[in-house]
């Protein structure tokens, strides 16, 4: 299980757009993250029936999963996460602050 979730804030620690934040926008299986307005790239597209221009798209690339963060609002920094069992529920918490973070995609 991945300790980023859809809805998650990150922030991209390693790579071209290090320093960046925003909001996930799907974790893909293969250990990779789309991010809003993160790591664009460019698409040419033929025509087809949805869009009937064709032309170059503006879409989100994939970050690896190492190269992100979970941003902690209460730090206002990127962080580690750690988890914690309440019975059967777990929870993610900041290493530093311990400070539960709320899964607003789940």
Do not use: Y
């Not at 804030?9 to 790579?15: E, F, R």
């Amino acid at each position: 299980m991945a300790h980023v979730h859809r809805g998650d804030t990150v922030a991209v620690i390693k790579g071209r757009e290090r320093g960046k934040r925003g909001v996930v926008k799907r974790v893909l299986p293969t250990g990779r993250v789309e991010i809003e307005k993160i790591q664009m790239v460019k698409r040419h597209t033929k025509p087809t029936q949805k869009n009937p221009q064709g032309g170059i798209q503006d879409l989100e690339g994939s970050v690896a999963l190492s190269n992100v963060l979970l941003w902690c609002d209460t730090c206002t920094a990127p962080r580690r996460v750690r988890a914690k069992m309440d019975g059967k529920t777990k929870t993610r918490i900041c290493t530093k602050c311990d400070t539960a973070f709320t899964n607003p995609g789940m």
